[in-house]
T-cell receptor, first 113, second 112 residues
């Protein structure tokens, strides 16, 4: 049973391109959503939380579609330094019923000169 | 500087030995977690602790043990019962159980 699914990629894009990743989740009761970035052999770092109304942080835009149960991340004007693996993370926990934070396996992005 | 530290960064162990991985945080977070990551795989939860002196098994707790005697510390012991311990181990913490998690730099364990 895969709680969170992502296209593993790799996505190879030239500098300056716009790239989008999608992630689907299975639990309709999921409450909070995140994108993390993980560089090779390093720990995941929070990129952004995903809000119902969608949110933007510089070149990064995250959107949530609860009806279709998917989350997206859009990166505009890609930089070489954006090359990393992007993890979709879904918190399906309900208070007092236990913990359920599910990580996708990640989507690999390689930005080339 | 606030953050999460893990030590050591690299650890080598002979088969049949227990080994303890350290995780310390000075963020005043109540919740702490241990994950394991294998190549090409997502993170899998080993144990988590919502508060001092309390911890719960995650999805893959067999062969591991933890303690939470202090708010700042959540050490993980990889026992000889863990059949395939070679992996990248990540510790995380969050203000509360449902809040954003922040990760330490990880420990790479190799069993020889």
């Amino acid at each position: 049973r895969k709680e969170v699914e992502q296209d593993p990629g790799p996505f190879n894009v030239p500098e300056g391109a716009t790239v989008a990743f999608n992630c689907t989740y299975s639990n309709s009761a999921s409450q909070s959503f995140f994108w993390y970035r993980q560089d090779c052999r390093k720990e995941p770092k929070l990129l952004m939380s995903v809000y119902s109304s969608g949110n933007e942080d510089g070149r990064f835009t995250a959107q949530l579609n609860r009806a279709s149960q998917y989350i997206s991340l859009l990166i505009r004007d890609s930089k070489l330094s954006d090359s990393a693996t992007y993890l979709c993370v879904v918190n399906s926990a309900e208070r007092d019923s236990g913990y359920a934070l599910n990580f996708g396996k990640g989507t690999s992005l390689l930005v080339t000169p | 500087d606030g953050g999460i530290t893990q030590s050591p960064k690299y650890l080598f162990r002979k088969e049949g030995q227990n080994v303890t991985l350290s995780c310390e945080q000075n963020l005043n977070h109540d919740a702490m977690y241990w994950y394991r990551q294998d190549p090409g795989q997502g993170l899998r939860l080993i144990y988590y602790s919502q508060i001092v002196n309390d911890f719960q098994k995650g999805d893959i707790a067999e062969g591991y043990s933890v303690s939470r005697e202090k708010k700042e510390s959540f050490p993980l012991t990889v026992t000889s019962a863990q059949k395939n311990p070679t992996a990248f181990y990540l510790c995380a913490s969050s203000r509360g159980l449902y809040d954003t998690q922040y990760f330490g730099p990880g420990t790479r364990l190799t069993v020889l």
